[in-house]
């Protein structure tokens, strides 16, 4: 048998649905990717491929301690591939980014608009929400209106799909603020591509405080602040500048969580709507409104 193949003989292949069937019934990952991820990481197991290709009892090789770090090895690269934001096509991203950033902005704004999308969606957050888009902003204007001016915190590449000309939308001015160097790349490549002056990118972190923002905006107050599941990140990781995050300068703050665990198969909506609530506690703001749509839920403060 040839070494190169040893994970589609009988017993490789059996070993290989193993481990699959059980990273499918706990993480969010079909088949096929977790197979690849799998086999990729059982290339270099060169103990455990002597086994299989000596043909070494089934039974034998489930009880080694070998078959047993491998299993975890292979569940542990697809739990923490899972967790990153960015999803691993850097060759893609820095395609699209570069078309982007070489279309005349007096072209046709389908095509901008479509290379935006495609590049959002390489972004783990924004692919959860891009099935139920439409229906995100409709409950979200029903409950804040019509706002003129925007932040959105920790934007992330949001803005690359906000409805900027959908029917009815009135924002004259929508900052973008990210520590995230890359992403804000995208928003003011989206932004030079509008050409219509409405977007604004900036290099921004919490941490800081406001006085960018402050600045940015003549220390206007924003009819709305956006905080798109920011606040559980917050929680979990810098919990510290939660009261930061609560002096946001807005009459109104949209905070939202996921209901679903972004690697796992279970409902995390009870604890991270604790979290949003002990934050509204922070504000001494009141909610006004609530939505829920697909996999993610949101609160209204004002």
């Known amino acids: 048998m040839s070494d190169i193949h040893w994970l589609d003989s009988e017993i490789g292949a059996w070993l290989l649905a193993a481990v699959v069937d059980r990273i499918v019934k706990d993480y ?38 070998e078959f047993e770090e ?140 406001w006085a960018a923002i402050n600045q940015a905006n003549s220390s206007q107050r924003f009819d709305v602040v956006f905080m798109f599941k920011l606040i559980p990140h917050l929680a979990r990781q810098q919990p510290h500048l939660l009261p930061v995050a609560a002096q946001a300068p807005g009459r109104l703050l949209v905070i939202t969580a996921s209901r679903q665990s972004l690697t796992k198969k279970q409902s995390i909506e009870r604890r991270e709507r604790a979290v949003l609530h002990r934050f509204v506690t922070l504000t001494g703001r009141r909610v006004i409104g609530e939505f829920s749509v697909g996999e993610e839920f949101g609160l209204v403060l004002e």
């Open 70 to 209: 491998a299993a975890t090895l292979a569940r542990r690269t697809v739990y923490y591939g899972l967790r990153r934001y960015r999803q691993t096509q850097p060759d893609r991203e820095a395609r699209l980014l570069n078309e982007l950033k070489g279309l005349n902005p007096a072209g046709p704004a389908g095509k901008r608009d479509e290379l935006a999308a495609e590049l959002a969606g390489l972004h783990v957050s924004m692919a959860e929400r891009t099935a139920g888009l439409s229906l995100f902003y409709e409950q979200l204007f029903s409950l804040v209106g019509q706002p003129r001016t925007v932040l959105d915190v920790g934007c992330g590449v949001h803005p690359l799909v906000f409805p900027f000309d959908g029917q009815g939308c009135a924002v004259e001015s929508y900052l973008a603020g990210d520590k995230d160097a890359q992403a804000i790349t995208a928003v003011k490549a989206y932004a030079a591509a509008r050409s219509d002056g409405r977007l604004q990118g900036l290099i921004w972190d919490l941490t800081n405080g």
């Open 28 to 65: 969010r990952i079909d088949r096929a990717e977790a197979a690849s991820v799998v086999k990729e990481v059982w290339a270099g197991r060169s103990k455990l491929r002597l086994m299989v290709t000596q043909r070494k009892p089934l039974a034998e090789i489930l009880r080694t301690r």
